[in-house]
């Protein structure tokens, strides 16, 4: 991969982070970010639903408290009849679940080079779960949307400091994919209340969307008719060259497919250590772009087509696996998908200056004993 030359800020536009992208090794303050910001361990792969404490978590800022009998969402804004809603009357609306694999816009941001400083992610930041509560759609019929709106801000509890703005967390979506009939206000994981780290009383999820999309602990849904300039939604989130660059939002998520690391692990490298014979190789696929239509395996650079199961819906991901009769000796095994668009996962990562959307294929190296 050739190197990547980046210039340093002139401007006085915030940055999502203050300090420019770096060779050296991990910062106390990436550190301090990953302690809190847990990833999900690849053996769960397994698993067709991630269990709360093992689905990803990003927290931008502190998991605020609730008084759920104190707590209501507003709704408001460009509508005919503004709204506020607790959490016992939304329970009593249309309820819907949907199976969704959120991922973080920054997985993968820790293997770039030089590295941007953020939450120093890996592969992991993935997790599909099935969220109930009432679609987004209809609550904004209720509401009634006039003719001028453009877009829906959503704003959670959550409130800090990034880049030098003090905020609430809050991002925007069109009007088009607000109105989507999958997009949904949840109150409950995996037929659960939702827990506190995942957005406890009500969130929105945005199916398709990379995790930044889905605002938790909702406080507030505005209809504007006008473009958001929020800083996680104008500043943050995006996809640049520099840091002066303006760059294009981060919307949908790339394709992407990951293999449950076979065999067992060493404690400290992670290197993958199996016995000889046959081994069924397994993983997840999926892209908020379409539905994936195949994986690729690639066993010391010999690829070969994996079969794919049946999906659990639309924006969930999709099993695959493949057979290998596995030789002793040192190997190298990569998996790649693909989508109904014709996006392929890359060999070699695109560099962007926030770390944004890697979907850069993994490779799992195993030694066969």
Not at 67 to 80: K, L, P, S
Not at 81 to 98: C, W, Y
Not at 138 to 156: K, S
Not at 241 to 264: F, K, N, Q, W, Y
């Amino acid at each position: 991969m050739s190197k990547v030359i980046y210039r340093r800020r002139k401007s006085v536009r915030p940055a999502p982070h203050p300090e420019e992208p770096t060779y050296g090794p991990l910062t106390s303050q990436e550190l301090q970010l990953a302690a809190r910001n847990h990833s999900m361990p690849l053996e769960v792969l397994r698993e067709d639903v991630t269990p709360p404490g093992l689905h990803y978590v990003l927290t931008h800022f502190d998991i605020p408290h609730v008084d759920t009998a104190a707590w209501h969402v507003r709704i408001g804004g460009a509508v005919e009849r503004a709204m506020e809603l607790g959490l016992a009357a939304l329970k009593r609306d249309p309820a819907i679940s949907v199976p969704v694999t959120l991922e973080c816009a920054g997985n993968g941001r820790s293997l770039l080079r030089p590295r941007p400083l953020s939450q120093p992610w890996t592969l992991e930041g993935v997790g599909t779960a099935v969220w109930t509560g009432v679609p987004l759609a209809y609550l904004l019929g209720q509401a009634g949307i006039d003719p001028e709106a453009t877009e829906v801000v959503f704003t959670g509890l959550d409130e800090g400091i990034q880049g030098g703005v003090r905020h609430h967390y809050a991002r925007s979506l069109p009007i088009a994919e607000a109105l989507r009939a999958d997009v949904v206000l949840a109150y409950k994981m995996n037929g659960a209340d939702l827990p506190p780290q995942h957005g406890y009383p009500l969130r929105l999820v945005v199916p398709g969307w990379y995790g930044m999309a889905s605002v938790k602990w909702l406080q507030s849904i505005q209809v504007v008719a006008s473009p958001f300039q929020g800083f996680q939604q104008s500043v943050a989130y995006r996809y640049q060259h520099t840091a002066e660059d303006a760059g294009t939002p981060v919307t949908r998520i790339r394709v992407r497919s990951l293999m449950v690391p076979p065999g067992i692990p060493d404690f400290f490298t992670r290197r993958r250590h199996l016995p000889r014979g046959p081994v069924l190789l397994r993983g997840r696929a999926w892209s908020g772009e379409g539905p994936v239509t195949g994986v690729e395996v690639g066993i010391d650079g010999h690829w070969a087509p994996a079969q794919l199961d049946k999906p659990a819906g639309p924006f969930a991901w999709r099993g695959w696996s493949l057979p290998w009769v596995a030789d002793p000796g040192d190997h190298e095994l990569v998996c790649r998908a693909r989508d109904a668009t014709g996006a392929i996962q890359p060999l070699e990562q695109h560099w962007n200056y926030q770390g944004m959307g890697n979907n850069v294929a993994q490779c799992v190296r195993v030694t066969v004993e």
